[in-house]
Nanobody, 125 residues
Framework: QVQLVESGGGLAQAGGSLRLSCAASLRTFSRYAMGWFRQAPGKEREFVAVISRSGLSTVYAGSVKGRFTISRDNAKNTVYLQMNSLKPEDTAVYYC??????????????????WGQGTQVTVSS
């Protein structure tokens, strides 16, 4: 059974930082592109960032580019999201997702095969 387990969410002040982790029970983790999405109350789930299987390619949503950094450790089956300069509008439930596909850096939620349960990030002003 595939599991993606996020951790590291919590409460931060505007301008602060948080680091999210996602541990994956995938036998062939290095064959999956890994993405982060988020969903704020009353809004649709939106793409945040994705990293390719090798870790050499990344794509970010415009709203987080320059503030967030996605990375992965294939030896630990883990993907990370370092979030700096947090803003109140970053408040959302953050989900990691895994995509077994030929698309190097998928940015659409429907591309992904597995999802975590989500971790809450709350940024106060």
């Amino acid at each position: 059974q595939v599991q993606l387990v996020e951790s590291g969410g919590g409460l931060a002040q505007a301008g602060g930082s948080l680091r999210l982790s996602c541990a994956a029970s995938l036998r062939t983790f290095s064959r999956y592109a890994m993405g982060w999405f988020r969903q704020a109350p009353g809004k649709e789930r939106e793409f945040v960032a994705v990293i390719s299987r090798s870790g050499l390619s990344t794509v970010y949503a415009g709203s987080v580019k320059g503030r967030f950094t996605i990375s992965r450790d294939n030896a630990k089956n883990t993907v990370y999201l370092q979030m700096n300069s947090l803003k109140p509008e970053d408040t959302a439930v953050y989900y990691c997702a895994a995509d077994y596909t030929l698309t190097e850096v998928p940015t659409t939620a429907t591309d992904y095969d597995y999802w975590g349960q989500g971790t809450q990030v709350t940024v106060s002003s």
